[in-house]
Each structure stands twice: as C-alpha cells, then as structure tokens.
C-alpha cells in the first residue's frame, strides 16, 4: 500500500511539474513577443528614417539592381546585410540572442524584395509589421516586415534552462530515491520471509532435543525408581547425544555471529594441511559408507603447511562434505581435488547430488537462504552452513565460488593464500 501511494504521489508530482514546464513556456513566449513586438517597431523606424535605404528598398522593388554609384561612399553592404544588421542591433539591445531569418514583402504583388534565409509566403511569420509612411510612399507599395526566429522553442527552453535543469536533477533524486526505497522495501520482505523461516527450522530443531532430553529424563527416573543401571546409562548416553546435538546448533549460530560482527579472532597456526584433510574425511568416511558412497581423493599440490584456523577449517570442510551427502538423491560419490596456483591453494569438493539452479547459485552464501525447490525442504537445516563455509573462507583472506547443473551435481572451489 506504501508503495502504491508513493509511487502515485511521485507520477503527480511528475504530472505537476509538466504543467509547470508548459505555464512557463507560455509566460516566456508571451516575454518574447512583447520583446520582439518593440524590435519591430524600432526596425520600422530605422528603416523609415533612412533614405539610404528607402531608394535602395524602391530600386530594388522596381527590379533595377544595379549598383546605386550616387550615393553616399559609406553605404557599402548590400540591402539584405544592412537590414539584418539592424534586426541584430535591435535584438542585442534587448540581450535578445537568437537566430532569425527575415523578408520584406510587398502586400500588393506578395513579391519579396529582400531576404535573408528560405522563406515561404506559406510560413506565418510570428511577427509581422508594416513599413513607414516614408517607405510606403517611396516604393509606391506596402512593403510588410517578416521576421522569423528560427527554432524558438529550443530558445525559450533555454531560457527557463535555470528552473528546467534544477527541477529534473531534483526529480531525477526523487526517482532515485524512491527506486531506492522500493528495493529496500522488497529486500525488508524477502529478509523478513527468510527471517521467520529460519525462526521456525531453529524452532524445531531445538525442540526435538528438548523434547528427547524430557522424555529421557522421565524414563531416567522409572530406570531409578526400578533399579535398573544398564537402562539407565542408556538413557544418559542418549541424554548425552542429545545435548550434544543442542550445543552444536547453539554453536553455530554463535559462531556465525562473531564471525560476521568482526570481534571473532582467527587463531591461525601452521597445519600439516594433507593431514588435516585425511583427518576430516577419516571422520566423514562412516557416514559416506552408511549411504553406500564412495568418496575419490586427488592430490596434485606439495604444499603441506598453511595457517588456518584448524577448528573453523575443519568445521568448513564438514559443512561442505555434509551438504555434498544431504543434497544427493543418487550413490553419493564425492571428489576432493587439491592444487597450487600462482601462491594459491586450491580445494574442490565435488558431488553428483542433485545441484543447484542458476537463479540459486547467487543467493546460496546468503544468511538464512534455503533453496526451496524440489524435495529440499525434506532436508532439515537453519541456512546457515553454506554463509558460515564462506566467512571462513574470507576470515583467511580466500574466497569459495561454485559451479553446479540441475541434476548433475555442484563442485565447490575453495582458494585460500600460502603465506
């Protein structure tokens, strides 16, 4: 509904403004022809009041063009260029810069006499003005001026450039501003969307231990009340399983939160890191083989050292390999490929599971992101693995990146620098 409004107050304001621009077009051109009105008049007088020009004007509408030699030795321009220099005095008198294009025309005949530029009698002049009694009784005609201002919109445009330009850089803002707060709004949407669904997977996930932990506890108490000890120590080996699993959830959020506020602190060490590695997947290989999988090992690197928190770099990997298990609808088969490039170490986990679309890929280190197509909502998890993989990766100054079809799995490249 906010945006609705807003963007309807925005379409009027636009609405508003244009009529603004057409107002003020209107009183400009209004301003123009008052001006021009009185250029007309000291024309006509400045013509009428030169009998250089009237002669030159009544020889020339009689058709004798010859060169006028009894005249005075300081009428050297022809009638054309006399008479636009003084349409150019009276214009600049009045700081009136424009291009113009002017004739005079005979209103008997509707012959031209002179002209400057390509006039056509079908063309209305804008500004029309007979000539002098002195004129019209010299050339025994009614010789009409015609004066044209070519292009006088874009003149009056620039006119008004001083209101124009401030008001579009000021709309142009406001656009800005309101596609700003338009985008805001939807990613508001989309974080609150994403927000209450991880509120509801923590939920759950903590109530299922919770709810383990009570029922456990009363069938602790019955093991007690009947004395039997070996269901006792079941059930407190459960109890045990059980917290353990609450406390990693627990720690992961946590984790993730000191990671992103910055005040968590890499304790970066030397790792043997082929060692590490074996370690990681020693630990994964019985889940792998409860799945019937299989997992490939190529090692192309000689690098055996790197600093790397070794806790946050194992629980990586973990992620990374839990997912490649999750995600798989198929025998999973799992690639881990190490290299060097160029003082970069390179780490490539690779799954036949059942990948990850385009639109996905671009979200997927995103906090709280789920992809929600197909049979992944099966798959219990916060959205929080994959963000917590890449903040570890970037807290050792590497970065991950991912490659993935629909249907033909996801490889997962880390980088991270030797130093």
């Known amino acids: 509904m906010i945006i609705i409004l807003a963007g309807g107050a925005l379409v009027g304001l636009i609405w508003v403004q244009y009529d603004l621009l057409k107002v003020g077009i209107l009183l400009e051109k209004g301003r123009l022809d008052r001006t021009m009105k009185g250029v007309m008049e000291d024309i006509k007088e400045r013509i009428d009041t030169s009998a250089i020009l009237r002669k030159q004007i009544s020889l020339k509408h009689r058709g004798e063009e010859k060169v006028l030699a009894g005249l005075e030795e300081e009428v050297q321009e022809t009638l054309r260029d006399t008479i636009e220099d003084i349409v150019w005095e009276e214009l600049r008198a009045r700081k009136l810069i424009v ?22 009698l079908e063309d209305e002049a804008p500004y029309k ?33 001083r209101v124009i330009i401030p008001s579009l850089l000021f709309m142009l803002v406001l656009i800005a501003c309101m596609a700003w707060l338009f985008r805001m709004l939807k990613q508001q949407k989309k974080l609150d969307r994403v927000k209450n669904d991880f509120i509801n997977n923590l939920t759950h996930e903590l109530k299922t231990p919770v709810f383990s932990i009570s029922l456990l506890l009363k069938l602790v108490r019955k093991g007690i009340a009947d004395g039997n000890k070996k269901k006792i ?13 609450l406390k990693g959830h627990i720690d992961m959020v946590l984790e993730l939160a000191s ?114 197509t197909g049979d992944l909502h099966r798959v219990k998890g916060f959205g929080l693995g994959l963000n917590y993989v890449k903040q570890v990766v970037e807290a050792h100054k590497g970065q991950i990146t991912v490659k993935s079809k629909i249907g033909e799995g996801s490889t997962f490249t880390i980088e991270l620098p030797i130093y």
């Open 129 to 161: 003005l007979l000539g002098g009694k002195q004129l019209i009784s010299d050339c025994r005609c009614l010789p009409y001026m015609h004066v044209w201002v070519v292009d006088w919109f874009a003149f009056l445009l620039q006119r008004l450039a």
């Open 233 to 245: 120590e079941e059930y407190l080996q459960l109890i045990e399983k059980e917290n353990k699993q």
């Open 259 to 372: 990671l992103e506020s910055g005040k968590f602190n890499l304790e970066l060490r030397p790792a043997k890191i082929h060692a590490l590695l074996q370690e990681v997947l020693s630990q994964f290989q019985p889940k792998l083989e409860d799945k019937k999988g299989r997992l490939r090992i190529a090692s192309e690197s000689i690098v055996t050292d790197l600093h790397i928190d070794q806790s946050h770099f194992q629980n990586m990997l973990n992620n990374l390999l839990e997912n490649a298990l999750k995600y798989n609808d198929k025998i999973p088969i799992i690639e881990i490929n190490t290299r060097v490039e160029e003082q970069r170490y390179f780490i490539e986990v690779k799954d036949n599971g059942i990948g990850i679309s385009t639109d996905d890929q671009k979200q997927i280190f995103d906090k709280f992101y789920r992809v929600s």
């Open 99 to 120: 291009e113009f294009e002017f004739a005079l025309i005979d209103g008997f005949t509707l012959s031209t006499i002179v002209e400057k530029g390509s006039i056509s």
